[in-house]
């Protein structure tokens, strides 16, 4: 699916962006005065540049040779379209291949151009495209594009140095990503560490695709950037999956061919690399042969590698530390708050004592509680602690030895971040009348109320747990 030229690939290969050689035109006929600024008679301006970004898409309107466009293209190559990466000119061939073969006829209407900087910094430009083609199958298409570039000059001509593009919704177009999305994008650390510095959300959503900064600089493929981004709490999202196509930052790295992003999203305490898209497939599967080739691109070759690794070396790592039901640290006590990898079948970043928890496994439990488990360790993903886990699962001799833990004042009333339940709210969820008498015998609060607004009793009313409401009733 990857790599196999369609229509929506071609889409996105024709709003991308490089520029004309028209400009050096104009300064190569200098104006002959002798006395005018020789400055700037000779370097280009921002005009040049809104110049440039016309002609190169009345280019596109007149589908020329895809020479014209190659001596305008920086290397390394750094392009991003919303469904495909381009990182060589070659790429960039074969994508061009794909519109003179599919697209019989197109125009470009540009608005929103803004454009900032200088010759010797080189210029940052953004605008939207809106797009319209009509295919070989005479059918019409229209998209919405908005593109970020990064251009330099490089004897008389302007080259893009880095491009990105984002489809979008041409229904609503006043949507627009975060400036902090934008920054992670391109890639500029000093831009993503200002915005944060000044109170931008690192939590925002695009409200058309659900992706977070975290995507967009995993994209963009600025480590740096991604570590600024973890130092400031984006770690708790490492993990999110997208609205419209249910990726992870780390599927977008691979889709997006940024191996050293990949390297080091892979070194997350709690990042899953077995999460799943909308097709069935996890992030080590992307990397395809393209349509026309018989062999994976080279980073390709580069990203199988470092996935083959990461999982030989997770299994060595699982073998190492722990027992052959692999939730038991060998070692104790050293590793007895030692967490499971996440990826592993519902043990994701858990203990072996929330896992006992969980799974009514007092022997285990008792095992993890003699060699100093922490009563206060959380487990993804709803980021439950033990007393969480017996009183959601009923668990009624765990939540006995969890009661009389030297612990249990500390924990006894913790909301989970996810609903804002205590252990007594999870235990009443699921009908755990014993379960929940035992809580309440121990002293904990009955007035806490969850994000939704209810008291235990509230919730056991709702639900039409009637002993356990006389029983709160009665204290």
């Known amino acids: 699916m990857k790599r196999i030229i369609s229509i929506c ?21 200098n104006n002959k005065k002798s006395d005018y600024d020789p400055i700037a008679r000779s370097e280009y301006s921002v005009n040049d540049v809104i110049a440039f970004i016309y002609q190169w898409f009345a280019a596109f309107d007149h589908q020329k040779e895809v020479n014209y466009y190659l001596d305008h293209i920086a290397e390394p190559v750094d392009m991003s379209f919303p469904d495909f990466p381009i990182h060589s000119k070659d790429d960039f061939k074969r994508w061009y291949k794909g519109v003179e073969e599919n697209i019989i006829w197109n125009s470009h209407a540009l608005t929103n151009i803004q454009v900032s900087g200088n010759q010797k910094e080189g210029w940052q ?42 489809l979008r919704d041409s229904k609503n177009q006043d949507t627009h990503l975060t400036a902090l999305m934008k920054a992670a994008g391109l890639g500029d650390l000093d831009k993503v560490k200002d915005l944060i510095d000044k109170g931008a959300n690192i ?55 940024n191996p050293e992003m990949i390297q080091y999203l892979l070194s997350l305490e709690h990042i899953n690399p077995l999460l799943k898209d909308q097709f069935g497939r996890t992030a080590d599967k992307f990397p395809v042969v393209a349509k026309g080739y018989t062999e994976l691109h080279p980073i390709d070759q580069k990203i199988v590698s470092i996935y083959k690794k990461y999982f030989a070396d997770r299994q060595t790592y699982i073998q190492e530390k722990f027992e052959a039901d692999g939730i038991t640290p060998k ?3 050293g590793d007895v708050n030692l967490r499971i990898p996440n990826g592993n079948k519902g043990v994701d970043y858990h203990t072996a004592a929330l896992v006992a928890s969980r799974d009514n496994n007092i022997e285990l439990f008792d095992k993890m509680v003699h060699n100093g488990a922490d009563m206060t360790a959380e487990g993804e993903y709803m980021k439950a ?13 765990i939540m006995k030895r ?20 205590t252990p007594l709210h999870d235990a009443i969820w699921h009908g755990h009348t014993e379960t929940a008498k035992i809580l309440i015998d121990a002293g904990v609060d009955t007035s806490i109320r969850a994000w939704d607004g209810m008291t235990p009793k509230e919730l056991a009313e709702k639900l039409g747990y009637n002993e356990i409401v006389k029983i709160l009733t009665s204290r």
């Open 203 to 257: 939590f925002t959503l695009d409200k058309i695709t659900g992706t977070s900064v975290v995507h967009f600089a995993a994209q963009g493929g600025n480590v740096d950037v991604m570590k600024e981004l973890i130092a400031n709490g984006a770690e708790s999202i490492i993990n999110l999956q997208a609205a419209s196509n249910s990726f992870t930052p780390l599927m977008v790295a691979t889709w997006y061919q």
């Open 402 to 421: 969890i009661v009389k833990h030297a612990d249990f004042e500390t924990i006894k009333n913790a909301q989970g971040p996810t609903n804002g339940y």
């Open 331 to 333: 070692n104790l006590p």
């Open 125 to 166: 430009a953004s605008y939207d495209v809106f797009w319209k083609a009509r295919d070989t199958k005479n059918q019409d298409i229209q998209l919405l594009v908005h593109q970020d570039v990064y251009l330099v000059r490089k004897g008389d001509q302007l080259q893009i140095a880095k491009h990105r593009a984002y």
């Open 9 to 29: 690939s071609t889409m996105t290969l024709v709003l991308c962006l490089g520029f004309m050689t028209t400009a050096s035109e104009y300064h190569s006929a």
């Open 385 to 397: 602690i033990v007393a969480h886990k017996a009183g959601y699962m009923g668990n009624t001799e």
